[in-house]
């Protein structure tokens, strides 16, 4: 123990100084302004390895990232040079490193299917998808509206990546067995795929075997090296020595060096096709998102540094901006090239912009090498990516165990996936996520409480059943807000208890410590309810009323119909002239 944490003092006193002051003018919102005036000398080695690792690990990924999305491999390097360089100028996490994944190329990908688009319009679709969603982050940034993440529960993440690596992986098969593939949905491709192996390519096959053995056996193997490069520079070796192209093995096909000509995709093609880039949009700006705040908070934390989290949707805004004016794939942050970044030693946002600037070069003087490189080790290398970045089978254990119903969200997620597609498993998810929200809130926790024997503490008496409770006194704790979702359960529940068999009530006090927010509706059912306990001939208290809660209350009148004289502080005050009216309670059978 003693010796870790003198390794993390020293870790912490070694990182840069979290600024004293929050960056003012033109450095407020082009951070590398500040830290490049504040750089220090003793940082720039560990910047420039961690440049150069995570440079080789994305290249080859960013290339199996644009197959994902369904366009030519070059564009996957487009959008990886825009992520990294304008990430760095932008964001304020110093280890981030920013550039496609697998999961935002997915739902690209599925828009491509969904519009039934190829070659040039393929790419214009996709470039178009990433503008926008550019476009949404800066949005998000202005008005502040992070919470948009919520629309999207983990569960249902979760379950949506999981689906999403299934489909990639089905739609991979063919490439790694030289056969072709339709059907409407994931289902029907993979029936399809099992039918038409009688007419596999025996080399591709064993071009794809063996490639998918070498990048899960490298990935597993103690000896830390990038598989995708290896997989890469030897797929490429391999399809020129032994000839490929002659022996029937599909290869990529052309890959032009250097970069396209910045472009916008035409406002006709827009919309034309806003029904499809609209919803792809939204999707990935949820997933992205969550994926940007949480991996940014997380860096920070561990280095002791503050980040801003609108400031970081306007580098993602930019990042996306910038790959859609390429002709890029969506882009947002990488766990995995973000950590490797940091265990190579990145101090600051100059280890992405060394990554940036090595992926330029590539496209300037290696990118015709690509050519070369056979279609079946591009498929393994996706299906590497996605099962091993997507699909979280310790997650979903976890759920099964700790949350049976966020696991079925889960697992319905994934068949929402399989069955209507990636970009429709993004709809189908916010409203799985809706859905769940709305009916957490509508069907709250109301438990009747019972007193602890001799002490002020009153406890449910559902999980504490030798609680005392008093003939006519009924204590019931609401432990959610009070609102128009809400509302009509707090009345139901209390019209359920008035007709349970037993002493008629005389007083009956509600419990709000847990309603922290009240709304018009919310304070109208009170007042409704008010007036059903004095049909009933009763009392109505409330005890421990939150001051937000009290003064919509007292504005809407509530308080004058039930008494200022009926609230109070806490619950025993509420009922202790009662319980003193009785000579003992009574135990619940």
């Not at 080399?203 to 290896?230: D, E, M």
């Not at 498993?425 to 926790?445: F, R």
């Not at 009345?491 to 008629?504: C, K």
Request: net charge negative; hydrophobic share 50%; aromatic share 6%.
């Amino acid at each position: 123990g003693g010796g870790s944490n003198v390794s993390q003092r020293e870790r912490i006193v070694n990182e840069p100084a979290a600024p004293a002051d929050t960056p003012r003018g033109l450095a407020r919102f082009l951070p590398i302004l500040d830290w490049g005036r504040n750089y220090d000398r003793s940082w720039l080695r560990g910047d420039l390895v961690a440049g150069l690792a995570v440079a080789a690990l994305v290249v080859p990924k960013s290339l199996g990232y644009a197959g994902i999305a369904g366009v030519p491999i070059q564009h996957g390097l487009y959008a990886a040079a825009a992520g990294t360089i304008l990430y760095a100028l932008f964001g304020t996490a110093r280890q981030i490193s920013t550039g496609p994944s697998s999961a935002l190329a997915a739902v690209a990908g599925s828009a491509v299917v969904l519009a039934s688009v190829s070659g040039d319009e393929a790419v214009e679709l996709v470039s178009a998808i990433t503008l926008v969603t550019g476009l949404l982050f800066l949005l998000l940034a202005i008005f502040k509206m992070g919470w948009i993440s919520l629309l999207l529960s983990k569960a249902v993440i979760t379950g949506f990546l999981f689906g999403a690596a299934i489909e990639v992986v089905i739609g991979e098969l063919p490439k790694i067995t030289g056969t072709s593939i339709d059907g409407a949905n994931a289902w029907r491709k993979f029936g399809n795929w099992i039918v038409g192996l009688d007419d596999l390519h025996g080399s591709t096959v064993l071009v794809g075997v063996i490639s998918l053995v070498v990048i899960v056996g490298i990935r597993f193997s103690p000896i830390k090296i990038p598989g995708a490069l290896v997989l890469v520079a030897g797929g490429l070796v391999a399809s020129v020595a032994l000839d490929f192209e002659d022996r029937d093995i599909a290869l990529v096909g052309e890959v032009p060096r250097g970069f396209v000509a910045p472009k916008l995709p035409s406002v006709d093609f827009v919309i034309a096709n806003i029904s499809t880039i609209g919803p792809a949009a939204l999707g990935l700006l949820l997933i992205g998102f969550s994926q940007t705040a949480g991996d940014a908070r997380s860096f920070a934390s561990k280095h002791g540094y503050r980040i801003d989290i609108n400031q970081e949707s306007v580098a993602q805004s930019m990042a996306n901006i910038g790959s859609g004016v390429l002709q890029g794939v969506p882009v947002s942050t990488s766990l995995s090239a973000s950590s490797l970044n940091d265990e190579s030693g990145a101090k600051t946002p100059l280890a992405s912009l060394t990554t940036g600037v090595l992926i330029v070069l590539t496209l300037l003087v290696l990118a015709p090498l690509f050519s070369e490189l056979p279609t079946p080790v591009l498929a393994a290398l996706i299906i590497d990516a996605v099962v091993f970045g997507m699909m979280d089978v310790k997650e979903m254990k976890r759920l099964r165990r700790v949350a049976r119903v966020d696991f079925w969200i889960a697992v319905a997620a994934i068949a929402a996936v399989l069955t209507a597609g990636v970009l429709a498993g993004v709809i189908i998810g916010v409203l799985l996520s809706l859905g769940w929200l709305v009916y957490i809130n509508a069907t709250p926790e109301i438990p009747v409480l019972g007193r602890q024997a001799g002490t002020q503490v009153f406890r449910s008496l559902e999980r504490y059943p030798d609680g005392e409770t008093y003939p006519g006194l009924l204590i019931v704790r609401f432990d959610a807000g009070l609102f128009f979702a809400s509302a009509d359960a707090l009345e139901d529940r209390l019209r359920e208890l008035a007709q349970t068999p037993g002493p008629r009530h005389h007083t009956v006090v509600l419990s709000f410590e847990g309603v922290d927010f009240i709304d018009s509706q919310g304070s109208a059912k009170l007042a409704e309810i008010t007036d059903l306990v004095n049909t009933y001939g009763a009392e109505l208290r409330l005890a421990r009323v939150k001051p937000q809660v009290l003064s919509l209350l007292n504005r809407d009148g509530v308080l004058d119909e039930l008494g200022e004289d009926c609230v109070f502080g806490n619950l025993f005050e509420a009922v202790r002239d009662k319980i003193e009216d009785q000579s003992s309670p009574s135990s619940p059978t």
